[in-house]
């Protein structure tokens, strides 16, 4: 995935006059446009949930109704595109939760040694990566209309403060972008999804070669499912056992993100409508 070069985040430090969470803020954002390539996709949800406390500390400061009444038209497409954030965490999480329920039923039988009907647990369980990555594909394109959104738009010239406050927002709107792109990335799998995103980072290609190791151990399993052998049935068992953590830590981190999105939305929406 290419680096999100419509960040903006200047590399001196903000004017003395600034507040010292709008400072820390602006640190966060640099941090995260500089190192988020190199980061797991875990890891870059833990940098957005920390930007998004502070975001919160800002939204809460006296300064910043007075900028965001002067930008409101600005600001109320913010809060559209936050709704298709919301909304894209959300698909994500229920395709996550439709994979798990069938990788939970295909460990269940691998850890019995029930080979069984293993052939249609396996089966079930690629189908549902399948339809997971087409939903996947699907949210791109909302996403980067907002990407666009957020990166267009004029600021008033009025204050420097007021701008800094509104860049923050924009800023904290691309990161967004960029953390729902990468973890949707994480798992989609069909080589024309993944030609779709054109990878670049080593992250991104490492996280199709697990699934592809993983997708190889299973179509060995129910080739020979009439004789699975233990050291092929072991090795399968722990590639899902690997993927269905990294499943559920990014479940996890979805929700945090969501739950960020949704208390800055209503923050902004009191603000406009005080």
Known sequence: ????????????????????????????????????????????????????????????????????????????????????????????????????????????????????????????????RKEMGMEFAKCLGPLRKTCRMVSSGSLSQESTQHNEVLEALRQVGSATVFVCESLLSRFIWQSRVSAFFKPKSQLLNCAIVEWDCTKLSLIALYSIASKVDSLCAGDALRQLESLEESMSRIDDRLGCIKSRLIRTRVTLLNILTI
Not at 74 to 88: A, G, H, N, R, T
């Open 1 to 128: 995935m290419e680096t999100p070069v419509q960040y903006h985040v200047r590399s001196n430090s903000l004017p003395s006059r600034s507040h010292p969470i709008l400072q820390e803020l602006s640190k966060k954002l640099l941090f995260f446009c500089e190192f988020a390539t190199k980061q797991r996709p875990e890891s870059l949800v833990d940098s957005l949930v920390s930007v998004y406390d502070s975001l919160d500390d800002l939204l809460h400061l006296p300064l910043v109704p007075e900028a965001l009444y002067r930008q409101d038209r600005w600001v109320c497409q913010m809060l559209e595109d936050s709704l298709q954030w919301i909304d894209v965490c959300s698909r994500m999480r229920d395709s996550i939760s439709c994979v798990k329920e069938q990788q939970l039923r295909l460990l269940s039988a691998l850890r019995r040694r029930d080979y069984k009907g293993l052939e249609s647990l396996v089966r079930a369980y690629m189908s549902s």
